[in-house]
């Protein structure tokens, strides 16, 4: 067990320099005479989904971007939402489009996503760049795991040769995680809530991401001494509290460095949805 406290790693701090970086490109462009549109679709009015579109929306317009949100009702129809993601692609005013997940039971999901655009997919998700990225060739990536990676590098944490874990196998977070850090020269394992002696995977890795979506799943004696943990996981509590996928307090007596949850990655996908607007634009 490591006598000395884990560097936590600030996702607050990492946002704030990605989002300063972003801006002054935007600027560039403004000044160029070029506008940059990002267009948010959120079907329904889920309390916690239109929290984060309106953060999202604020951002963007904090950064110069022309931001607007397409709400469309619970019960809209699929083809209908279809006709306005075909609107969206055809208006040369708008550079990225995001889908607001999840969406109602009665749609097709992987059908919607991949009617978008796939230069205007600036969650990453168009089967097109999810190939693109598979042969390190991506440009729009989703946005949490090129935001872990924007981490790990603010940090200066070394990847190559290392042994990394990744519990999750999401087309969201899991698996193009573990793509970019394969292309870091990790040797990556993917495993997931049906892994059998996850601890002995856990035990050999030099760095551990948790996207599994289960509440202090991993725990700290099952991790290596001096191990990297990045926890992607935001469950909430039944007493109303939120924490991740890694049990904080026992993962934090071995690792060398870790994430908080919250404060941790979250902070990094809107800064990331950002930075991916502004090279949507830019292409």
């Given amino acids: 067990m490591s006598e000395q406290s884990p560097l936590i790693l600030s996702g607050k701090t990492v946002a704030k ?7 002054q490109e ?8 070029h506008e940059i549109g990002l267009c948010v679709v ?11 579109v309106n953060r999202k929306e604020a951002r963007a317009k904090k950064l110069g971007f022309i931001s607007t949100t397409l709400r469309l009702p619970e019960d809209v129809s699929e083809e209908a939402l279809l006709e306005q993601i075909d609107a969206l692609n055809a208006n040369d005013g708008v550079h990225g489009i995001l889908i607001q997940l999840p ?3 009665h749609m097709n999901e992987q059908r919607v996503l991949d009617r978008l655009d796939p230069k205007k997919d600036v969650d990453g998700f168009h089967p097109i760049n999810s190939g693109l990225l598979s042969q390190g060739r991506g440009t729009l990536i989703p946005c949490t795991p090129k935001g872990v990676m924007t981490m790990l590098e603010h940090y200066e944490i ?34 997931h809530s049906r892994t059998t002696n996850l601890e002995a995977h856990l035990a050999m890795a030099d760095i551990v991401v948790a996207a599994v979506g289960i509440p202090k799943m991993i725990q700290g004696e099952w991790l290596k001494e001096g191990a990297v943990v990045i926890d992607v996981g935001i469950n909430r509590l ?5 924490c991740g996928d890694v049990d904080f307090e026992s993962a934090s007596k071995v690792a060398s460095a870790i994430t908080p949850v919250p404060g941790g990655v979250g ?10 607007t502004l090279r949507a634009a830019q292409a």
Avoid: F, W
């Avoid at 959120?42 to 984060?52: E, T, V």
């Avoid at 039944?238 to 939120?242: A, L, P, R, S, V």
């Fill in 17 to 23: 320099a990605t989002l300063m970086r972003t801006r």
């Fill in 26 to 33: 935007v600027q560039a462009m403004l000044a160029q005479g």
């Fill in 42 to 52: 959120q079907i329904g009015r889920c309390a916690a989904s239109s929290i984060y």
């Fill in 103 to 105: 969406l109602p039971k």
């Fill in 158 to 191: 070394a990847l190559s040769g290392k042994h990394a874990v990744v519990v999750g196998r999401s087309n969201i977070v899991g698996r193009p995680m573990a793509q970019l850090l394969e292309k870091s020269n990790c040797t990556v394992t993917i495993c």
């Fill in 238 to 242: 039944e007493d109303g509290t939120i």
């Fill in 267 to 276: 902070p990094m996908t809107i800064a990331t949805l950002m930075e991916n």
